[in-house]
């Protein structure tokens, strides 16, 4: 599977984006595993942001996030989204997503996920 992860950009604080993660190549239907977003600041390590349960039924958001931005899904385009709202600096990063493999339990631990896309920029200016 190949996961391409489009929509950062520059953005004001207080500002919204909307990334997309599409999903292609895959043998997999991608409604049979959990979808993660990542991000990484320069000089820091990767860290968790959001995930989705394959059905889009469960959620989790990493403390820093929570209330600011939304995860979701549409598995008949094989799309994860991560709309991010209130912006602030320090979501300054690079975002990624993954795919966890099929059966696996939701996780918010990057070691759980597999398939890493190439990653999408985000600034936030102050």
């Known amino acids: 599977v190949q996961l391409q992860a489009s929509g950062g950009g520059l953005v004001q604080v207080g500002g919204s984006l909307r990334l997309s993660c599409v999903a292609s190549g895959d043998t997999l239907p991608f409604n049979t595993y959990n979808m993660g977003w990542f991000r990484q600041a320069p000089g820091k390590e990767r860290e968790f942001v959001a995930a989705i349960s394959r059905t889009g039924a469960g959620t989790s958001y990493s403390g820093s996030v929570e209330g600011r931005f939304t995860i979701s899904r549409d598995n008949a385009e094989s799309t994860a989204y991560l709309q991010m709202d209130s912006l602030k600096p320090e979501d300054t990063a690079i975002y990624y997503c993954?795919?966890?493999?099929?059966?696996?339990?939701?996780?918010?631990?990057?070691?759980?996920?597999?398939?890493w896309g190439r990653g999408t920029l985000v600034t936030v200016s102050s």
């Open positions: 993954a795919r966890q493999p099929v059966g696996d339990p939701l996780s918010t631990a990057p070691a759980d996920f597999r398939a």
